[in-house]
Nanobody, 121 residues
Framework: QVQLVESGGGLVQPGGSLRLSCAAS????????MGWYRQAPGKQRELVAT???????NLAEAVKGRFTISRDNAKNTVYLQMNSLKPEDTAVYYC???????????????WGRGTQVTVSS
């Protein structure tokens, strides 16, 4: 089995910072894209940031200038540094990755269970 495990969520005040981590583990042959999505109550899940293995990134307009995505390919880990947090950033943040399992012939999409980020005074 392969899995994604997120950590680093919590409660912060507006303007504060959090750093999320997501580690992929298991019988993985290759991890391609890794990133973060979020879903607030009553809203659809939306892309926050993604990063390809080679380093190209994609950030949602709402978080540009405030969030930074990074990866440690050797550890199959992706990070999301969140600064200047706003109440509208409150959501469950899900790690996402496209991975190929050992002995598999295709690449599949995987999701973590999510970590809660709450921005409130």
């Amino acid at each position: 089995q392969v899995q994604l495990v997120e950590s680093g969520g919590g409660l912060v005040q507006p303007g504060g910072s959090l750093r999320l981590s997501c580690a992929a583990s298991g019988s993985i042959f290759r991890v391609t894209s890794m990133g973060w999505y979020r879903q607030a109550p009553g809203k659809q899940r939306e892309l926050v940031a993604t990063m390809a293995t080679a380093g190209s990134t994609n950030l949602a307009e709402a978080v540009k200038g405030r969030f930074t995505i990074s990866r440690d390919n050797a550890k199959n880990t992706v990070y999301l540094q969140m600064n200047s947090l706003k109440p509208e950033d409150t959501a469950v943040y899900y790690c996402n990755a496209w991975m190929r399992k050992v002995f598999a012939t295709t690449t599949s999409e995987y999701w973590g269970r999510g970590t809660q980020v709450t921005v409130s005074s």
